[in-house]
């Protein structure tokens, strides 16, 4: 596989403009960027897809939309996930379902959009479709599924979700849920890690070839799930402990257990994941008012009071605009990786429409940003094409290997 990988490299793609390549470059980068394989692991975007209100198959703006095919076009990038997200609410039985509901409905979204706009996307669901749609130029839509818990305590419907497409499973989101505990769960530990149930749906998912993502999930399920999985698993939207204090990210122990697996952690383009924010600005405490009313008050809110809350986010940026970021920051994350574990084992994931975005990678467009700083700093071709693309790949043809060995 990998042998096939560097032989396409080499064959590189007929990409669009770029815009992220700054003045003064020299090409390099532009050159290293469309000759990679380039995916990005997880994007939010469907949640906008459900609300109508986006058309991904036109150009728009960001910050309001960072993820649409004609941006990932001019961007270079080959492939990405959609996730099918799902906040975690009280699991009651109907909430479940609602979920369940919700679930299927972005997935459904997905399909409609990729058929509407069938000349620039597809829907893909196999590690080489990458490979055959880069050559028709056509960006590869794979779906992921944020959080289980649409799932459940009903195991068949990991199997049932493969079946519409699904290749990954983030096994929680901001709270515990039936399969695992979450990293920012107020109310802390419940299983001790995974749970009993958790531990057979990382069985099932391991035996579906679907990969077991480990961003959200606390550490010591994180440490469970390793232990467990038969084949490398990975953090679709993860950074590093060690730069930006954020329990979401991964301490040093778990990047070295997660290498040792044969896994990647794929770098997210959150502020707060990136960099710690300042604390002591206006900003900051507006936005954590807002936090707590999404931590203690969400689930039992009206959509009209959602809204409100939903406006007054989006509003913050207007009032007390925030120093985001930038791709050195985040490349900063890259680098730590490279030094801990190696080059083999990080690679990239936004988290676009979903929280990600920084000063100079606003949307999909501006990502070639992050292949200029990796020249920059250094990185050969062979290293940028590994962080682009090919060890998420590697890790996913793995998981999909051993079930045809079984
Ligand atoms: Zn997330």
Redesign the pocket.
């Known amino acids: 596989m990998i042998k096939a990988f560097t032989v396409l490299l080499a064959v590189g793609g007929l990409l669009a403009g770029f815009k992220g390549f700054g003045e003064g470059q020299d090409g390099k980068a532009e050159a290293i960027h469309r000759r990679a394989i380039t995916v990005d692991t997880h994007c939010d975007t469907p949640m906008a897809l459900v609300r109508g209100n986006l058309d991904v198959g036109k150009k728009n703006e960001a910050p309001g939309s960072r993820v649409d095919f004609p941006r990932m076009k001019e961007g270079g990038l080959d492939a990405i996930f959609f996730a099918a997200f799902t906040g975690q609410r009280p699991r009651t039985a109907e909430n479940t379902q609602e979920a369940y509901t919700l679930a299927n409905k972005m997935i459904e979204k997905t399909y409609e959009v990729c058929a509407q706009y069938s000349e620039l996307a597809e829907v893909a669901t196999a590690p080489e479709d990458v490979f055959r749609l880069e050559k028709e130029g056509k960006r590869a839509i794979y779906i992921g599924m944020?959080n289980g818990f649409p799932i459940g305590t009903e195991l068949e419907r990991v199997e049932e979700f493969y079946n519409k497409g699904v290749r990954y499973i983030t096994l929680c989101?901001s709270s515990n849920n039936d399969i695992c505990d979450s990293s920012t769960d107020i109310k802390g530990s419940e299983h001790n890690g995974l749970s009993t149930f958790g531990k057979q749906v990382v069985k099932e998912m391991n035996r579906l070839g679907m990969l077991v993502d480990v961003?959200?999930i606390s550490d010591k399920a994180f440490f469970d799930v390793v232990e467990l999985s038969e084949v490398p698993v990975f953090a679709s939207?993860s950074s590093v402990r060690a730069i930006a204090h954020h329990n979401r990210n991964m301490t040093d122990e778990m990047i070295k257990a997660l290498a040792k697996n044969g896994g990647v952690i794929q770098i997210c383009l959150l502020d707060d994941y990136v960099k710690d924010p300042d604390t002591t600005t206006v900003r900051y405490q507006k936005e954590q008012d807002l936090r707590e009313i999404f931590s203690s008050q969400w689930s039992s809110m009206s959509e009209d009071e959602k809204e409100v809350v939903r406006k007054k986010w989006r509003g913050l940026d207007d009032l007390y605009p925030k120093q985001l970021p930038t791709v050195a920051d985040y490349v900063d994350h890259i680098d730590y990786v490279k030094k801990l574990v190696g080059v083999d084992y990080v690679g990239i994931g936004s988290?676009f429409d979903?929280g990600g975005g920084l000063a100079d990678c606003a949307d999909v467009s501006e990502m070639p940003n992050i292949t200029a700083e990796m020249v920059k700093r250094g990185y050969t071709e062979e290293e940028i094409a590994k962080v682009w693309g090919e060890n998420f790949f590697r890790v996913f043809t793995e998981a999909v290997k051993a079930t045809a060995n079984n």
């Open positions: 944020e989101h961003s959200h939207h988290d979903g």
